[in-house]
């Protein structure tokens, strides 16, 4: 069972990419989804996370007002929006699913699945 993370790719400072993170292994729907990244050389962070039904998102404060978490659940997939990207974006992402309960910021440790990450680099 493995979710598939893609759309990483090079991108200017200030730009934008638009990440997507889906399974055919089980409905994404039931699940709440998280993004972490890991920058070379640096322990793997949360990013946020979305709540499987109810829409509701939490995001670290790094990347607040920067980067949105949406879910299209008829798609069984989840999009990590990232505008006005800088250097310090620059990590591997990956996505992760989990079962109840919700979690404003789950751990790594939390998660039940995971995806294989994808590369986003901000350079000019």
Request: a positive charge; one cysteine or more; charged letters at 20%.
């Amino acid at each position: 069972v493995q979710l598939q993370a893609c759309g990483g790719g090079l991108v200017q400072p200030g730009g934008s990419l638009r990440l997507s993170c889906t399974t055919s292994s089980f409905r994404l729907a039931n699940y709440h989804v998280g993004w972490f990244r890991q920058a070379s050389g640096k322990e793997r962070e949360g990013v946020g996370c979305i709540h499987r039904s109810n829409g509701r998102t939490d995001l670290a404060d790094s990347v607040k007002g920067r980067f949105a978490i949406s879910r299209d659940n008829a798609k069984n997939t989840v999009y990590l929006q990232m505008n006005n990207l800088k250097p310090e974006d620059t990590a591997v992402y990956y996505c992760a699913a989990k079962r109840d309960p919700y979690s404003s910021s789950p751990t790594e440790g939390a998660m039940d699945y995971w995806g294989k990450g994808t590369q986003v680099t901000v350079s000019s």
